[in-house]
T-cell receptor, first 115, second 118 residues
Framework: SAVISQKPSRDICQRGTSLTIQCQVDSQVTMMFWYRQQPGQSLTLIATANQGSEATYESGFVIDKFPISRPNLTFSTLTVSNMSPEDSSIYLC????????????FGSGTRLTVV | AQTVTQSQPEMSVQEAETVTLSCTYDTSESDYYLFWYKQPPSRQMILVIRQEAYKQQNATENRFSVNFQKAAKSFSLKISDSQLGDAAMYFCAYRRGAGGTSYGKLTFGQGTILTVHP
């Protein structure tokens, strides 16, 4: 299965600033997703990162706050913009390769603290 | 919209014993996939087992097996001979079959924290 490198693993940021999280997959994948997870809670899908086009956002998440890029089939970024303490959370990316596997690979997550 | 419910926020088991984690889901689809993921404190999501809805046979992976009851929309995970390394948060997840705008998306349950006592 694919392996994802997610960076940074953690960061502490000032409110009002932005942070970009990167995910690099070691092989081409069909789909990439971004999730948010409060510690000890479930994963909530933010958006599907579409290669070469705008991401598809879930209800409650908007592009201005969480711009996403996916320039090719192995790389995606999520930016958390104009951060507030409420954005403190764990952010995970996930990749899905439809050919040959029904499984998903997840990055190790980015623990973000906004102060 | 599909929903996944895990009604047990926490479970505990003695080492070498068996434990069952519950999961129910709601869907109008006939083609879908179900998964159990394990998330240890490292945050890494690890696939434990998956089940295709069209398969009547319950999936098994070594000490892990599922009881898939399609009509009841139930998908429980049984862990046999529990080990200390099994301690983690366990998530049940649903994915619809091919096609449609929500293709590929995983819907997760709330999670169950499993503690293994030595």
């Amino acid at each position: 299965s694919a392996v994802i490198s997610q960076k940074p693993s953690r960061d502490i940021c000032q409110r009002g600033t932005s942070l970009t999280i990167q995910c690099q997959v070691d092989s081409q994948v069909t789909m990439m997703f971004w999730y948010r997870q409060q510690p000890g809670q479930s994963l909530t899908l933010i958006a599907t990162a579409n290669q070469g086009s705008e991401a598809t956002y879930e209800s409650g998440f908007v592009i201005d706050k969480f711009p996403i890029s996916r320039p090719n089939l192995t790389f995606s970024t999520l930016t958390v913009s104009n951060m507030s303490p409420e954005d403190s959370s764990i952010y995970l990316c996930s990749a899905y390769k439809s050919v040959g596997s029904y499984g998903y690979t997840f990055g190790s997550g980015t623990r973000l603290t906004v102060v | 919209a599909q929903t996944v419910t895990q009604s047990q926020p926490e479970m505990s088991v003695q080492e070498a014993e068996t434990v069952t984690l519950s999961c129910t889901y709601d869907t109008s689809e006939s083609d879908y996939y179900l998964f159990w993921y394990k998330q240890p404190p490292s945050r890494q999501m690890i696939l434990v087992i998956r089940q295709e809805a069209y398969k009547q046979q319950n999936a098994t992976e070594n000490r892990f097996s599922v009881n898939f009851q399609k009509a009841a929309k139930s998908f429980s995970l049984k862990i046999s001979d529990s080990q200390l390394g099994d301690a983690a948060m366990y998530f049940c997840a649903y994915r619809r079959g091919a096609g449609g705008t929500s293709y590929g998306k995983l819907t997760f349950g709330q999670g169950t924290i499993l503690t293994v006592h030595p």
